[in-house]
């Protein structure tokens, strides 16, 4: 079965750090661009981080730039997104989502052909 799974999420306090993973199962990573979604209750679902295939080319929403870090392991088949200086804010269901793509060095938060079922990241005291 092709599917991405999301592990790493929990209760955190605000100014704190979690490290999610989004690994691949069924399938390897090489060829997909990556992005990270989140949806806090009753607010839309938003495009958090992508990266592409390569992972030269990334991307941040504006409330998370400067403290997000999306990165890549092909090698181990996983995507990470490191969070750092965690708001109340940022307490969401993340979801990762994979496409496959031609493009090496290009990623957005369109056509996804992979979701996962998401992980709850706390942020609270």
């Known amino acids: 079965q092709l599917q991405v799974v999301e592990s790493g999420g929990g209760l955190v306090q605000p100014g704190g750090s979690l490290t999610l993973s989004c690994t691949a199962s069924?399938?390897?990573?090489?060829?997909?661009?990556i992005s990270w979604f989140r949806q806090a209750p009753g607010k839309e679902r938003e495009g958090v981080s992508c990266?592409?295939?390569?992972?030269?080319?990334?991307n941040y929403a504006d409330s998370v730039k400067g403290r997000f870090t999306i990165s890549r392991d092909n090698a181990k088949n996983t995507v990470y997104l490191q969070m750092n200086s965690l708001k109340p804010e940022d307490t969401a269901v993340y979801y990762c989502?994979?496409?496959?793509?031609?493009?090496?060095?290009?990623?957005?938060?369109?056509?996804?052909?992979?979701w996962g079922k998401g992980t709850l990241v706390t942020v609270s005291s």
């Open positions: 069924g399938f390897t990573l090489d060829y997909y661009r």
């Open positions: 989502a994979a496409v496959l793509t031609s493009y090496v060095d290009r990623c957005d938060y369109s056509g996804m052909d992979y």
């Open positions: 990266i592409s295939r390569s992972g030269s080319s990334t």
